[in-house]
């Protein structure tokens, strides 16, 4: 009975073992062929990858988990520079002034440089075009205050006619501070803060209606024909004027004390009703002990591109140097560089 029944035992054991060993070997096959299809996918992944970065596209790679299976899927996003929105242009590129090429490769569509001392052109690239000046209208906008003769300490407050329905710009400067009349002209002319400049041309004598008309008026004064104003700040693009008119402006704005001083401090302190804030001046040049510069302004809106008007001293000669519608954020003063590594190398003046 006992030899019946090892019997019986070794002949199972010569059944399961094929079946075992059977099992063993589809286990390993099963896995073989998932590690296969794992790494067939990844290089169908790396494929998708590649060919959504050609197409300008990306692929961002997706874990979720459902019923506790773990799935990784890749979900096409466009590429940012594709989503990104073309430049706006200026009203010089829609007029094709960006087109014109000068000796100096210059990023500005409009620049003009004359002497001071006798208004000669030096350099002139379509200085008689009339275009959007942005800030640089701020220039006439502090030549109207300090030759109005207006009272300079008086306190002025900021109240909501000062701020910008029109661009939405923000400013520092809150409703309902309290400045004088001098720091709102101050960090206008230096820091080209719109709200004081929308402020000083609100408290002239007649509101801002009046003070838009001086400005007109001074402007027809200068000879500055192709020059018109419909606010203090410089926000609206119907601000216009050629680079001939901006170099009048300039040379008159530079004969008052006060426009030179407050235009190239490269920085300030205000106390606007009891709030202390800290200003610089946007351009940065008037801190570079390599330039010598007595007025300055800098300007922008996507009309007008970047704008910069100088009086400076370039190899003991004064110039006063207008930049209208550059690219780039320091194309301006680049540009201004360029100018004065060029009349360093003409001949001094005569004289």
């Known amino acids: 009975m006992y030899k019946l029944a090892l019997g019986a035992l070794v002949s199972l054991l010569f059944i399961l073992t094929p079946a075992t060993a059977a099992k063993a070997v589809g286990t390993a096959h ?4 998932k590690k296969h299809l794992v790494k067939k996918s990844a290089v169908k992944r790396r494929a998708a990858v590649a060919a959504g970065a050609m197409a300008g596209e990306r692929l961002v790679r997706h874990v979720s988990v459902v019923r506790g299976k773990r799935t990784v899927s890749y979900r096409s996003v466009r590429s940012a520079h594709v989503l990104a929105l073309p430049a706006a242009r200026s009203a010089g590129d829609v007029a094709g002034l960006n087109l014109t090429r000068d000796p100096l490769a210059l990023a500005s569509s409009v620049a003009l440089v004359l002497d001071q001392s006798n208004s000669q052109v030096l350099f002139e690239k379509n200085a008689s075009v009339a275009l959007p000046i942005a800030s640089i209208t701020k220039l006439m906008t502090g030549l109207i ?56 041309g609100r408290n002239y004598p007649g509101g801002i209606t009046a003070f838009v008309a001086a400005m007109n008026a001074k402007a027809h004064q200068l000879g500055m024909s192709d020059t018109r104003y419909v606010d203090a ?26 426009l030179r001083e407050y235009s190239t401090d490269p ?3 205000v106390d606007a009703g009891g709030r202390i804030m800290h200003y610089s001046n946007t351009n940065y040049l008037v801190a570079s002990p390599d330039w010598e510069i007595g007025l300055q302004k800098t300007g922008f809106i996507n009309e007008a591109g970047r704008c910069l008007v100088m009086q400076a001293m370039i190899s003991g000669r004064a110039v006063i140097m207008v930049f209208l519608d550059s690219k780039g954020k320091q194309s301006r003063t680049a540009d201004a560089g360029r100018m004065r590594r060029w009349l360093e190398a003409l001949k001094p003046p005569v004289g």
Not at 175 to 181: C, I
């Open 30 to 33: 099963t896995a073989s062929a």
């Open 145 to 200: 205050v300090v030759q109005a003769g207006q009272d300079m300490r008086e306190m002025l407050t900021v109240t909501d006619d000062d701020v910008d329905h029109e661009k939405h710009t923000s400013s520092r400067l809150r409703v309902g501070a309290r400045m004088m009349r001098g720091d709102l002209l101050h960090i206008a002319l230096m820091s080209s803060e719109n709200r004081a400049a929308a402020a000083l």
């Open 267 to 269: 920085k300030y302190e």
């Open 233 to 258: 700040s410089g926000l609206s693009s119907r601000n216009v004027a050629s680079a001939r008119d901006l170099a009048k402006l300039a040379m008159v704005a530079h004969s008052e004390p006060l």
